[in-house]
Every structure is written in C-alpha cells, then in structure tokens.
C-alpha cells in the first residue's frame, strides 16, 4: 500500500498562491504517476492535474495556466504550485495515483488532504 500526506494549504485571499506539497510512503516503488484532486463542499472529487515519472504533466481546464506540478522522485514527494487562486478553488486536496481507476482502491487510498481556503 501506499500512504499518502498532504501539506501546505490555508487561507488565502483571492488572487493569492499556495504550494501544496505531497510525501508518499509505503510501496512507492510501483508509483510511475501522480495526481493532484480536490473535493469542495458538497461536490464529487475531481482531478486537477498529473505528472508522469518521465515528467510529462496534464492538467484540467480549470487550473491551466495558473497551477503547475511537478516532483522530487528521489524524496518521492510532489508539488502543486497555485497562482491567481479565486474562491471556486476552495476545496480539500488529495494526492493520489494519476489514473482516476486506480485512485483511491486499496493499494492507493486517500489521505486527510490539506484544506484551501480563497475568501474574496
């Protein structure tokens, strides 16, 4: 299994930046990807961005251009840089596996996430 924990949010006013950090344990040998999510308030999680090991990277619509993610394999941590951040970002994030089937299953379960707060 992999245990996974997330750092780095708070408050912040709209417009501001936050990097979000993520250090994984356990069987990291099998990661070969990584994604970022969040979960507002009565909403579904949803993917916000991925990195390969190669360091390839995709990110949804929602943050392109404003959010870049990127790794520290040796450490096996990740990160998630968010400019410009608006008050719909508000949210928990999770790190996890990039592939939405394989998130969240046994081997990849999710940890307590770190909590974004934007206040307009």
């Known amino acids: 299994q992999v245990q996974f924990v997330e750092s780095g949010g708070g408050l912040v006013q709209a417009g501001g930046s936050l990097r979000l950090s993520c250090v994984a344990s356990?069987?990291?040998?099998?990661?070969?990807?990584m994604g970022w999510y969040r979960q507002a308030p009565g909403k579904s999680r949803e993917k916000v961005a991925g990195?390969?090991?190669?360091?390839?990277?995709g990110y949804a619509d929602f943050v392109k251009g404003r959010s870049t993610i990127s790794s520290d394999n040796g450490k096996n941590t990740w990160y998630l840089q968010m400019n410009s951040l608006a008050p719909e970002d508000t949210a928990v994030y999770y790190c996890?596996?990039?592939?939405?089937?394989?998130?969240?299953?046994?081997?990849?379960?999710w940890g307590q996430g770190t909590q974004v707060t934007v206040s307009s």
């Open positions: 356990g069987r990291t040998f099998t990661i070969t990807e």
């Open positions: 990195i390969s090991k190669g360091g390839s990277t």
């Open positions: 996890n596996h990039r592939n939405v089937k394989v998130a969240g299953t046994k081997l990849w379960s």
